[in-house]
């Protein structure tokens, strides 16, 4: 976003829970959320380290807001993140590819409205990791936990201009482009341009009507 394990207690979401009781469950504690070779988790403290080193790469920064530099700036931002989630306008998932342990990025989600009907997504994942299918996994199952979980209506998205890796990705998961945000965003004493993009539930519902396979929420 170019701004800025397992918990006890938290319920199975079904089909047949009430939108109060799947808000208070993710109120409390993120799901763990499983796909084709990734998971989606909240975020530890433990994770710190390991996003100190993913996300303060050159490529990585160039397109979004300075991370933090110390593995305390991100335990401190981790720990604001459980704040946020807490108090119902925010939610933050580590990215894990299967077979490891620590996060190698991250997917978050930031109510624009009072109802968290609108919201902007966006997110960060270490370099090396780019164009292994964690992005393009990840944001499935963090757009269908917003949709169908939380029940977002519509989701934004900001891409600079540049960032032709972002847009495309963004493209490629079925976001429509609205328009252009000019000299939107400033980056290292520079106003660039954004592309704002957009999805709605109903619209994501439509396309992805045939899917067999789901996320596991848990």
Known sequence: MEKGLYQPGVATVSA??????????W?????ILTG????????ELSDAPALLAMLTTEEVTR?????PTTIEGFERFITWTRQQRAAGSY???????????????????RSLSSDFSTAEWGFALGSAFWG????????RLVVEF???TVGIHRLEARASVENGRGNGALRKLGAVQEGLLRRAFLKNGR?????LWSLIDSDWEAANLGREARPSVH
């Open 16 to 25: 047949g829970a009430s939108i109060e009781s799947v808000e208070t469950n």
């Open 27 to 31: 109120r409390h504690a993120l799901p």
């Open 36 to 43: 084709a070779g990734v998971t989606l988790r909240e975020l």
């Open 63 to 67: 397109f979004i807001s300075p991370p």
């Open 91 to 109: 939610i933050c998932f580590a990215v894990v590819p299967t077979g490891m342990s620590t996060a190698i990025g991250l997917f978050q989600v």
């Open 132 to 139: 292994t299918g964690a992005f393009s996994e990840g944001a």
């Open 146 to 148: 917003a949709f169908d």
């Open 191 to 195: 106003y660039h341009d954004q592309v």
